[in-house]
């Protein structure tokens, strides 16, 4: 029997409704709307789609938005400046500098310079440790995407066993923390992994986040396992995920599509941390 579809685009609609209802009551109360300030360096043409969907989403739940688009010859201290002053201002709830930068930039110092409490997307040091040390804090938009997708499906991740495949910064490592604040017995593979497929195998909850074209086949999927696929791969064929849909659908009990999972669910809990963000500043 084939898996359930887990439908992210529905998800993210109605986590989405629940912002827009919870940012008209925090505006009455505060006297303003959550503001986001997002930042791009150059002219990458992903970047500004990414930007431009974020803003739009902003303006669908009532919130504010103001982008900063600096030309691609901006220094990193010019961008540090931007990133201090948008920290003090305090009509601006939220920061998201959008990557990549230009190669001359450290992302990791500018991360670290945007004010934790305004930082939106989960990744400055602080943020990163507090989600380490299990203290509420702004977690990262597309793993906490990843762990509403769960919540909604009423998987129960106490005592569960949960594998991860990929251990970045942005997406592995954090939504590794999650499983574990959720009570899951959790394992992290990585490119030095050794028989992958029989370790995702023992996984109730499968979560794919490498960046490789359908690594994971129906031999990495455990009978009724959870799938839920965090990659985003161009290729030949048009988009695709870390897993193979066709192979692992057959498996799988519910199973996140590529487009169409996890990725809706980004922008819409970056809406939920901008709103966090703004509440914990009134």
Do not use: W
């Not at 920290?87 to 934790?116: K, N, T, Y």
């Not at 400055?124 to 769960?150: D, I």
């Not at 009423?154 to 990929?166: D, T």
Request: proline share 6%; charged share 25%; glycine share 10%.
């Amino acid at each position: 029997m084939a898996a359930r579809i887990i439908d992210g685009k529905a998800v993210a609609a109605t986590v989405r409704e629940r912002v827009a209802r919870e940012v008209a009551s925090h505006e009455a109360e505060a006297g303003r709307a959550p503001a986001l300030a997002t930042v791009i360096v150059g002219d990458d043409p992903a970047s500004e789609i990414y930007v431009r969907n974020k803003h739009r989403a902003c303006a669908e739940v009532g919130m504010r938005s103001v982008h900063h688009g600096l030309p691609a010859e901006t220094t990193e201290n010019e961008l540090l400046e931007l990133v201090a002053e948008l920290g003090l201002h305090d009509d601006v709830d939220g920061i998201l500098v959008q990557l990549p930068l230009p190669e001359r930039i450290d992302p990791d110092r500018v991360l670290a310079a945007i004010d934790p409490g305004k930082d939106v997307d989960g990744l400055t040091p602080a943020n990163a440790g507090l989600l380490a040390h299990g203290t509420p804090g702004l977690v990262p938009c597309t793993p906490a995407g990843a762990m509403e997708l769960l919540r909604h499906e009423g998987v129960e991740l106490e005592g569960a066993e949960a594998v991860v495949v990929g251990r970045s910064k942005l997406v592995g490592v954090p939504v590794a923390r999650l499983l574990l604040a959720a009570d899951a017995t959790v394992t992290v593979c990585h490119s030095r992994s050794r028989d992958l497929a029989a370790v995702c195998r023992r996984a109730d909850v499968l979560v794919a986040a490498v960046g490789v074209p359908r690594l994971l086949g129906a031999d990495a999927v455990k009978p009724g396992a959870v799938v839920i696929d965090v990659g985003m791969n161009r290729t030949d064929d048009g988009l695709c995920g870390d897993v193979d849909f066709d192979a692992a659908v057959e498996v799988a009990a519910a199973i996140t599509p590529v487009p169409g999972g996890v990725g809706p669910m980004t922008i819409a809990m970056l809406l939920v941390n901008t709103l966090k963000a703004a509440r914990s500043r009134v």
